[in-house]
Nanobody
Framework: HVQLVESGGGTVQAGGSLRLSCLAS????????MAWFRQAPGKEREGVAA???????VYADSVKGRFTIAKGNGKNTLHLQMNSLKAEDTAIYYC???????????????????WGQGTQVTVS
């Protein structure tokens, strides 16, 4: 049984930083493909960043240079460091995982099999 649990959300002023974490059980973070998605009220879920088993990363244009996705060293966790936050970054952030991407798009929600419950990020 795969379980993903996000933490680290909260409220921050524009220009500030937050670090999100996703603790996985029943899934090996180091070898799987994982991603962060977000969904704002009235908008579709969008891919923010993804990371492969080889450490390769993909970012949405809207967060390039501000967000960094990384896998926890020695721990079965995924992180998202968010800097220079803007009001438009306000959303519920979700952790997602799949054992093999198999050629699917890394920032498409259709590519992932497992999801966390989400954590709220509010930028004022």
């Amino acid at each position: 049984h795969v379980q993903l649990v996000e933490s680290g959300g909260g409220t921050v002023q524009a220009g500030g930083s937050l670090r999100l974490s996703c603790l996985a059980s029943g899934f090996t973070v180091s070898t799987g493909y994982m991603a962060w998605f977000r969904q704002a009220p009235g908008k579709e879920r969008e891919g923010v960043a993804a990371i492969g088993g080889d450490g390769s990363t993909v970012y949405a244009d809207s967060v390039k240079g501000r967000f960094t996705i990384a896998k926890g060293n020695g721990k079965n966790t995924l992180h998202l460091q968010m800097n220079s936050l803007k009001a438009e970054d306000t959303a519920i952030y979700y952790c997602a995982a799949v054992r093999s991407l198999m050629g699917r798009q890394p920032l498409s929600h259709l590519s992932y099999d497992y999801w966390g419950q989400g954590t709220q990020v509010t930028v004022s």
